[in-house]
């Protein structure tokens, strides 16, 4: 490790934290927002209380473009789940133009200054994690816990840099199509670790299933596997929520998105740069270049879906592009591939690829006369594997052609997966 990695980082920090006059536009904003909500509640007798959330309110935020801030309106016990979102809507009549995003309880955003969205999420008002419906009725423990635990000014700008790092490494979300680590999962993590270099290094190492109770709610890890439910266990690391001991922070968390971050560890330890703390847009001429170079075929897709923006349009959209590179992989070697989503309802996929000289076609079992039969008929070298028949056909379909005629053929599939457009850029 170089011996500057220090002033690196403190470089970096100036790079990441917003400025003062962009902290104190936020502000006003926010205190302008919460006073029209407050009236809003009082003049529609609306029994709730309001707290700001997420990184604004644990000061850990970074520069983004544009920012969002979390505003969450704690309503009483008394109020059904099912109505909490409408009773939202209520109170945000008139006040800006707001856009309801579907969810497990729909919340909404809302643009109340240039840069600025504030997302407004109704939860309830809980005195025990047991009683919560729904992941963000925790909220106000977790706001409450990371500011309690988290007052210096150092381990702040730890946090940041973690997140900056790991959203400049597609590994900062827990939403479907990221699959990542949580705002409140690497605030955790910095505070387990003590720093961001620690944070890095210790999870560059990670081989096995790792848990971490900070607050050793359980008495070992066995007892916490045992605890937990089994759906909440499928996370490569599992983060025991301090506020909450049947929780873990870090369900979200793919193999795939740990294993892609390690690596961005690994190679950032071993060659410190600000550029790990910068998001690199996929460079898709460079990629087509590189390919040619080395003989492959290159394509990039833009699909497009009509689900709403966010974490739906997202999770269609990559579960569409993974299904589309498994159809490749029956005709094509992929040596490289790539999806990049940026919000919106649409996301781009890229793909080099090598052509199989051969393809292999399924046929029947041995016992279906039949259609045993139809097959020997129709290829001229068959052989049999576990009872079923096989052969093999040559592969003369350049990847283009083969995108447009997968098209035709399965205009229904694409539909049934919410996928209205898909066309080579």
């Known amino acids: 490790m170089p011996k500057n990695i220090n002033a690196l980082l403190k470089e970096v920090l100036t790079e990441i934290k917003p400025s003062e006059k962009e902290m ?3 502000e006003n904003s926010t205190l302008a927002l919460l006073k029209k909500i407050k009236g809003n509640m009082q003049g529609k007798k609306i029994n709730a209380d309001i707290f700001v959330g997420g990184s604004a309110a644990k000061a850990t935020m970074i520069k983004k473009d544009p920012y969002d ?9 008394k109020y059904k789940n099912e109505i909490l979102s409408d009773l939202t809507e209520k109170i945000l009549r008139g006040i800006g133009r707001n856009v309801r995003i579907h969810g497990s309880r729909d919340y909404f955003k809302i ?16 005195q025990n994690p047991r009683e919560a419906e729904n992941v963000t009725d925790l909220s106000y423990s977790h706001v409450n816990y990371i500011k309690k635990k988290i007052k210096s000014e150092k381990l702040l700008d730890e946090i940041r840099l973690a997140k900056a790092f790991c959203y400049a490494n597609n590994a900062y979300g827990a939403e479907s199509y990221v699959r990542g680590f949580s705002g409140y999962g690497l605030e955790l993590l910095v505070y387990h670790y003590g720093s961001f270099l620690k944070f890095v290094r210790e999870i560059a190492k990670i081989k096995e299933k790792t848990v971490i109770d900070i607050e050793k ?3 070992n890890k066995d007892r916490i596997l045992m605890d937990l439910n089994e759906a909440k266990l499928q996370s490569p690391i599992i983060l025991v929520d301090p506020t909450y001991k049947q929780r873990n922070v870090l369900a979200a968390l793919s193999a795939e998105t740990l294993e892609n971050f390690q690596k961005a560890c690994r190679l950032f330890l071993q060659n410190p740069k600000i550029s790990f703390f910068k998001q690199r847009p996929i460079n898709t001429e460079k990629l087509r270049a590189d390919s040619k170079n080395k003989g492959y075929d290159f394509i990039v897709l833009k699909i497009t879906t009509n689900k709403q923006e966010g974490d739906v349009a997202g999770s269609k959209l990559l579960k569409f592009y993974r299904h589309i590179r498994e159809e490749l992989e029956k005709f094509y070697d992929i040596k490289e591939n790539g999806f990049e989503y940026k919000n919106g309802k649409s996301a781009q996929g890229f793909f080099a690829v090598k052509r199989k000289p051969l393809i292999l076609v399924i046929g029947p079992m041995v016992n279906d006369i039949k259609n045993t039969n139809r097959f020997k008929s129709a290829h001229k070298s068959v052989f049999i594997k576990n009872n079923r028949l096989y052969s093999k056909k040559a592969n003369s379909l350049p990847i283009k052609s083969f995108i447009e005629f997968w098209k035709k053929k399965n205009r229904k599939r694409m539909k049934d997966m919410s996928i209205i457009k898909m066309e080579l850029v």
Do not use: C, N, Y
């Open 111 to 126: 643009k109340f200054r240039e840069k600025v969205f504030f997302e407004i999420v109704p939860v309830k008002r809980i």
């Open 217 to 219: 709610h359980h008495k």
């Open 24 to 26: 104190k536009g936020m």
């Open 69 to 77: 801030i979390d505003i969450f309106i704690r309503f009483d016990k």
